[in-house]
Nanobody
């Protein structure tokens, strides 16, 4: 069973930065795509950014040029560097991942709260 644990959330003023981390454990199999989603109160969960094992990235339009996703394959860790934060970035941020051998099964972390004050 794959476990994902996020860290790095918190309270920051608008214009500030935060760096989220997520570690995947519990498997010897290759972790394929890793990503960050977020869910604000009253809204559906949305993709923020994703990255493949080979380093191909994808971003939501709302975070392009402000957020950067990266990963450390040796340690099954994915990062999300968030700069120029805005109040509308306030949400619970969730990490997810799948395995190369079972791409249809998504694993999720419990989430970390990011709050941006104006």
């Amino acid at each position: 069973q794959v476990q994902l644990v996020e860290s790095g959330g918190g309270l920051v003023q608008a214009g500030g930065s935060l760096r989220l981390s997520c570690v995947a454990s519990g498997t010897m199999l290759r972790v394929n795509v890793m990503g960050w989603y977020r869910q604000a109160p009253g809204k559906t969960r949305e993709l923020v950014a994703s990255i493949t094992h080979g380093g191909t990235t994808d971003y939501a339009d709302s975070v392009k040029d402000r957020f950067t996703i990266s990963r450390d394959n040796a340690n099954n860790t994915v990062y999300l560097q968030m700069n120029s934060l805005k109040p509308e970035d306030t949400a619970v941020y969730y990490c997810n991942a799948n395995l190369l051998v079972r791409p249809g099964i998504l694993y999720w972390g419990k989430g970390t709260q990011v709050t941006v004050s104006s």
